[in-house]
């Protein structure tokens, strides 16, 4: 059974950094799709980024340039660098891992930008 836990999150000021770190068990993280998504209060939960077993990431506009997602299938693990972080990043952040059959998530951890 795989489960992933999140860490990392917290608040900082706007165009401060975090890196949140997911840290997975289980065998099949070096298979898996990783991704990290966010969901503020009312709207629904969105993709980050995510980064196939072989290391190709994906984000969407919104995040591009200033998100990196890395990983190291040697610790099982998953990162999410963010950059220049604007009060609209403010969310819940989820760690996702997808294979086969499949799809987890982990508990989530708070991300707040504001001054």
């Known amino acids: 059974q795989v489960q992933l836990v999140e860490s990392g999150g917290g608040l900082v000021q706007p165009g401060g950094s975090l890196r949140l770190s997911c840290a997975a068990s289980g065998s099949v993280f070096s298979l898996s799709t990783m991704g990290w998504y966010r969901q503020a209060p009312g709207k629904q939960r969105e993709l980050v980024a995510d980064?196939?077993?072989?290391?190709?990431?994906n984000y969407p506009d919104s995040v591009k340039g200033r998100f990196t997602i890395s990983r190291d299938n040697a610790k099982n693990m998953v990162y999410l660098q963010m950059n220049s972080l604007k009060p609209e990043d403010t969310a819940v952040y989820y760690c996702n891992l997808r294979v086969a059959s499949v799809n987890a998530w982990g508990q989530g951890t708070q991300v707040t930008v504001s001054s």
């Open positions: 980064i196939t077993r072989n290391g190709i990431p």
